[in-house]
Structure formats: structure tokens, C-alpha cells
């Protein structure tokens, strides 16, 4: 097991709004825990969207490690501020707070944030790879068309009351009214011009919670998975829930699977990308993957 005992300084950045103050919550016990792996933990509190990449930017030198403590959007932050960094950057970890947790996941991390308070006291670290787009970076998932629709149609409520079945709901709703656009996708694995629904390319395995279409993704393998979706069909949804999309055989019944570092995207109209939940920039963009791009600590996977 890759271990770094050097790892001393840890600094939380915590949105204490995430889950409903499901971290906020537990704090005690989970600082408790921190403190027993750490001999410095210094937490710092996010009141507004961005301020905690101004917090990695102001501690980014004193410390050893930076956690993201909250959901997705939080985590999304605070990783693409520590990978931003050029030179001697920090090494990132997460307590999950929110309801999916994706990346956490990926990393093997507990859901019990007070349990992955423990396996961050481990110091197992891992080079895991990030995508990037244009100037931005993304730790989890890119994507334009049905999946944009998807998370901007998911009610708060609903999300909070029922997780990961919100997205299949959503998905639904996405699917009676999506709006198909043209897209140019040039790599050297993939060549395509045409209709489509949907264009996911992805670092991590989870989506939502679960693992609806990669399942085997491999973060170290300095490639993302690309997902094209021509034209969506009763027969599609039912793949995506019985995670059967990496089954290669079923290609070419709406959907084409494949795997590549770099990735050119134009479409027509523009298309807003959903970027690890963030929706921020439009199309084009060239979409890559960087390997091994970050240290970050892990919980109880073999990768």
C-alpha cells in the first residue's frame, strides 16, 4: 500500500450546506477522527460559491493536504483549484457530504463521513488522472445534450428525498422532450458528424450515485470514456439502468462507445456543458485527459 506519513497539515474546506448539514451534522466526531491521523487540522468555512478555490489559493503553500468537505459542487471546486496549481501542489482529499458523491466513490471513500475521516488518517495516496477542458478541469464527467437537461431539471426537494432515483426520473422527463443538435467529434480513436442527443466523456465511474455507464473506467489510465448517444430509445434507458452500456456488442443501436486522451467537440447550435454539475461554459472545446494529474488520498479500492 502507497502511504505518505509526511502528509501533517490538513486543511478542510467545508460547505457546511451540503446534504442538508449532513458533515455540519457529524462535525465533532469527524474532527476528532482528522485530528488523530494529523498534527495540524485547520478548518475553514464556504459561505458563497468559489470562495473555496480562494481558499486553496491562499493555503495551497502551508499545507500538506486540502479537503473537500460537501457535495459534488464542492468537491468539483476545490479539485479543480488544487489541480490548477503548477508547481508543489497539495495532495486532495474528500469527506462526502453530499447526496450522489460521485468522485468520492471513485476513490473508494466511505459514505459515512465520519468513516472516511478514518481512512483519510490512512494517508493511502494514489496519482489518479483529471479531465480538462479549454482552461477548466473536471474530476468526474463532461457532458452536453439529454445529460445538461437531466441536472438542470432536478428539483432540490426532490433530489434531497430521494438521490439517485431523482436522476432516473429526471432522465425520464429529459428523454419525452430532448432536442437533438449536430456535433463534430475528431480524435484519433473516433471520427464522428451528425445528429445527437447526448455526448458524456468520463473520468470516474459514477453517475447519480451509480454506475450506469462506465462501469470499468479506469482513472489512471490517462484516457476518458466517451459516450455519443445519436438518438435516445425506450431500449437505451433501460441499458442505463441495468448499467448494460459497456457491453461494446449492443453499439449501434443509438448509442457508440469509445475511449481517448483528447477530443475535439463542435457543435451546432452551442451547447451548454454540464461539467461535473456545473453548467458554466458552452461548446466548442477540446476535452482531454490529464494522467495521473493529482494526488489524492483513497479509501478501499485496489487501483
Not at 503548477?86 to 471513485?106: E, Q, V, Y
Not at 438521490?163 to 480524435?187: D, H, M, V
Not at 471520427?191 to 447526448?198: I, T
Amino acid at each position: 500500500m502507497n502511504t505518505n506519513p509526511q502528509l501533517k497539515r490538513a486543511s478542510v474546506i467545508l460547505n457546511p450546506s451540503a446534504g442538508q448539514g449532513r458533515v455540519l451534522n457529524q462535525w465533532n466526531a469527524i474532527l476528532t477522527e482528522l485530528r488523530n491521523g494529523f498534527e495540524d487540522v485547520q478548518v475553514f468555512e464556504t459561505t458563497a460559491p468559489g470562495e473555496g478555490a480562494t481558499f486553496v489559493e491562499r493555503l495551497h503553500q502551508d499545507t500538506d493536504l486540502i479537503i473537500a468537505a460537501g457535495g459534488d459542487g464542492t468537491v468539483h471546486e476545490i479539485a479543480e483549484a488544487v489541480s490548477s496549481i503548477k508547481k508543489n501542489p497539495p495532495a486532495f482529499g474528500i469527506l462526502p457530504g453530499g447526496t450522489c458523491n460521485d468522485f468520492s466513490r471513485a476513490l473508494g471513500m466511505e459514505q459515512n463521513p465520519v468513516k472516511a475521516a478514518a481512512q483519510l488518517n490512512r494517508k493511502k495516496i494514489r496519482q489518479i488522472d483529471i479531465g480538462a477542458f479549454n482552461d477548466n478541469f473536471f474530476t468526474n464527467f463532461w457532458g452536453i445534450g439529454m445529460i445538461t437537461h437531466v441536472s438542470e431539471s432536478i428539483d432540490p426537494d426532490t433530489k434531497e428525498r430521494f438521490g439517485r432515483l431523482s436522476y432516473y426520473l429526471s432522465a425520464a422527463k429529459s428523454f419525452q422532450t430532448w432536442e437533438p443538435f449536430r456535433i463534430t467529434i475528431e480524435s484519433k480513436e473516433f471520427q464522428y458528424e451528425g445528429q445527437a442527443a447526448m455526448f458524456l466523456a468520463v473520468n470516474g465511474p459514477f453517475t447519480g450515485g451509480i454506475r450506469p455507464f462506465f462501469p470499468d473506467t479506469d482513472i489512471q489510465d490517462g484516457k476518458l470514456d466517451c459516450l455519443l448517444i445519436e438518438e435516445p430509445s425506450i431500449s437505451f434507458i433501460w441499458d442505463v439502468l441495468q448499467n448494460r452500456l459497456s457491453d461494446t456488442s449492443r453499439e449501434g443501436q443509438g448509442y457508440q462507445y469509445f475511449q481517448s486522451s483528447e477530443i475535439h467537440i463542435k457543435t451546432a447550435p452551442q451547447q451548454l456543458i454540464d461539467c461535473d454539475g456545473e453548467r458554466e461554459h458552452k461548446t466548442p472545446a477540446i476535452v482531454r485527459s490529464l494522467q495521473k494529474h493529482l494526488t489524492a488520498l483513497i479509501g478501499d479500492v485496489s487501483f
